[in-house]
């Protein structure tokens, strides 16, 4: 079994988009990526972490859509 990450875990924000916006939710970030992260000063981490609270947004949204259908 592999370990377990928390969202203390940088790794958790890393290359894939989407697991950025996921934990821009968990943190209750708004559209900004979380200056505690130690890649907030990374042009291109954050680039990653805007594109993935966008996908989780509009993933939220299509959600939302298809409960009220």
């Known amino acids: 079994m ?6 203390k875990d940088a790794s958790y924000a890393g290359p894939d988009p989407w697991i950025a916006g996921y934990w821009a939710e968990v943190w209750g970030c708004d559209r900004e990526p979380p200056s505690h ?10 680039e990653r972490w805007l594109a993935g609270y966008r996908e989780a947004e509009s993933r939220r949204g299509a959600v939302r859509e298809s409960a009220h259908a």
């Open 2 to 7: 592999g370990s377990r990450r928390t969202s």
């Open 37 to 46: 992260h130690p890649e907030s000063g990374n042009p291109e981490w954050r």
